[in-house]
Nanobody, 124 residues
Framework: QVQLVESGGGLVQAGGSLRLSCAASGRTFSSYVAGWFRQAPGKEREFVAA????????LYAGSVKGRFTISRDNAKNTVYLQMNSLKPEDTAVYYC?????????????????WGQGTQVTVSS
């Protein structure tokens, strides 16, 4: 059974940093793409960042480019989202996702496995 478990969310002041983790289990993810999405209250879920689990190219939403960094630790089967210079508009539930095929994408349909989400709240 595939599981993605996010952690690392919390409350932080504007300008601060958080690192989210996504621990994956249940299969080998080396050929997969890992992604982060977020959903703010009253809004649709949106793409944040994605990368190939094994190595290579990454993709970022324009709103987070230069502030957020996606990375992975293959030995731990874990993907991270380092979030710096956080803004109140980054407040949302952040979801980890994984999809097969190796093509990095930003659409939800690209991803077949999802975590339960972790809350990030940025105060002004």
């Amino acid at each position: 059974q595939v599981q993605l478990v996010e952690s690392g969310g919390g409350l932080v002041q504007a300008g601060g940093s958080l690192r989210l983790s996504c621990a994956a289990s249940g299969r080998t993810f080396s050929s997969y793409v890992a992604g982060w999405f977020r959903q703010a209250p009253g809004k649709e879920r949106e793409f944040v960042a994605a990368m190939r689990w094994s190595a290579g190219s990454s993709l970022y939403a324009g709103s987070v480019k230069g502030r957020f960094t996606i990375s992975r630790d293959n030995a731990k089967n874990t993907v991270y989202l380092q979030m710096n210079s956080l803004k109140p508009e980054d407040t949302a539930v952040y979801y980890c996702a994984a999809g097969g095929g190796g093509v990095v994408g930003s659409t939800e349909g690209r991803y077949e496995y999802w975590g339960q989400g972790t809350q990030v709240t940025v105060s002004s």
